[in-house]
Structure formats: structure tokens, C-alpha cells
């Protein structure tokens, strides 16, 4: 094994935390999967958030409350629902992005 190779297997193993070249692959390959699913995730939290902005448009400008808290407890509900005790305090990061703090 060469002094180069042998760099770039611990500078592997060193920034995944594997102990092998192996399983580095795998835990690099993984995180880039991740990097794109967050990509993806932060993109549809931006178009949910210009969706919510559509629909307080409208109800505040037909006279209504800016939230509503009714619907804000089905979106709990469902992510609760859907993930557990921690898909609540998802969902309540999400409403908060979107209607901003109350």
C-alpha cells in the first residue's frame, strides 16, 4: 500500500467514523443519498411555505384570522399520527415556517 492510499483510507474512515475502507464507501455513498433527500425535503418546506402564504392571502383578505387553529391540529394530528411524539415537534416547526410565530 502506497503512502497516498493509505491517506485517503484514513481520511475515509477518519470522516465517516468506519473502520473500514469498506464500510466508508458505504457511509459516504448513504450520506450523499441523504444530502440529496435534504435538498429535496427543503425544497418542498419552501413550496409548502409559499402555499401556506397563498391560502393566509386569502383568508385574511375575506376577513378571516391569519391562523387557523383547526386545521394546525389536524396537521399535528397526522404527523404525530404518521411519526410519533417527535413528528409533533416537526409539524410544529413546519406550521411555524409557514405562518410564522403566533
Given at each position: 500500500m502506497t503512502t497516498a492510499?493509505?491517506?485517503a483510507i484514513t481520511t475515509a474512515t477518519d470522516k465517516t467514523g468506519a473502520r473500514t475502507p469498506e464500510?466508508?464507501?458505504v457511509i459516504e455513498g448513504a450520506r450523499?443519498?441523504?444530502d440529496a433527500l435534504d435538498d429535496?425535503?427543503?425544497g418542498l418546506v419552501q413550496e409548502r411555505?409559499?402555499?401556506?402564504a397563498v391560502i393566509q392571502e386569502a383568508r385574511i383578505g375575506s376577513?378571516?384570522?391569519?391562523?387557523?387553529?383547526?386545521?394546525?391540529m389536524e396537521v399535528l394530528g397526522h404527523y404525530r399520527d404518521a411519526l410519533g411524539?417527535?413528528?409533533?415537534?416537526?409539524?410544529?416547526t413546519l406550521l411555524e415556517l409557514c405562518r410564522g410565530q403566533v
Open positions: 492510499t493509505a491517506t464500510a466508508a464507501d450523499d443519498r441523504i429535496r425535503i427543503i411555505m409559499a402555499v401556506s376577513g378571516g384570522r391569519r391562523v387557523n387553529l383547526s386545521r394546525e411524539k417527535p413528528g409533533t415537534s416537526l409539524a410544529m
